[in-house]
Every structure is written in C-alpha cells, then in structure tokens.
Nanobody, 119 residues
Framework: VQLVESGGGLVQAGGSLRLSCTASGSTFSINAMGWYRQAPGKQRELVAGLTSGGVSTNYADSVKGRFTLSRDNAKNTMYLQMNSLKPEDTAVYYC?????????????WGQGIQITVSS
C-alpha cells in the first residue's frame, strides 16, 4: 500500500484546509485509515481515525468540532477537512492505513505534509 498526501500549506488562523490521502496498491485489504500529526518538539499524535466503510470515526479532543474525516472508497481517497484552524494545529500531518494479512497487522505511513497556521 502506498499513500500520497496533498492539500497542505500555509493558512491564517480561523481559516480552512482540506487534506487528501490517496491509497494505491493492495487497497482492498485496508481496514482503517487515519491522520496523525507531529509538531516540532512534540510526540506524534492521532488526529482522526476512520474504520473501513466509515463505520466508526474518532477524533482527538483538540480537533473535535473543527475537523471532519471522510473517505471516498471509489477513489481510494480519504479527506480531512480542517476548519477554524489554530496556530497549535501547525504540524506535519501523516496519513496512515492499516491492514491485516494472515493474522498480521501492518501500518503504512504517507510521507507527511506540512500545515502551518499563522496567528
């Protein structure tokens, strides 16, 4: 599975951005996708996660009500709509995809994309 992120950039506080993550390869075996982020000097944290078919979605408390995760299975693409952005949302955002094959769990990571929110 290969993951390619797009949609990052610089935005002013209060603005919006939409990240996309397109998966290729053995996408039929993906059972969950999500986004992590890592700010300078901080640990990587889960921002939002989505199970296959959008059955279950969870968000970090810090982004609830502002970020929305969605998935277009036909396009093998996941989206993260980010509204009311704050300077503390500044980080490198990583797309992840989980799959299980023969009882073994695998996690794939995108290359990361920078989001910078100016105050």
């Amino acid at each position: 599975v290969q993951l390619v992120e797009s949609g990052g950039g610089l935005v002013q506080a209060g603005g919006s951005l939409r990240l996309s993550c397109t998966a290729s390869g053995s996408t039929f075996s993906i059972n969950a996708m999500g986004w992590y982020r890592q700010a300078p000097g901080k640990q990587r944290e889960l921002v939002a996660g989505l199970t296959s078919g959008g059955v279950s979605t969870n968000y970090a408390d810090s982004v609830k009500g502002r970020f929305t995760l969605s998935r277009d299975n036909a396009k093998n693409t996941m989206y993260l709509q980010m509204n009311s952005l704050k300077p503390e949302d500044t980080a490198v955002y990583y797309c992840i995809a989980d799959e299980a094959r023969h009882g073994v769990a695998y996690r794939y990571w995108g290359q990361g994309i920078q989001i910078t929110v100016s105050s």
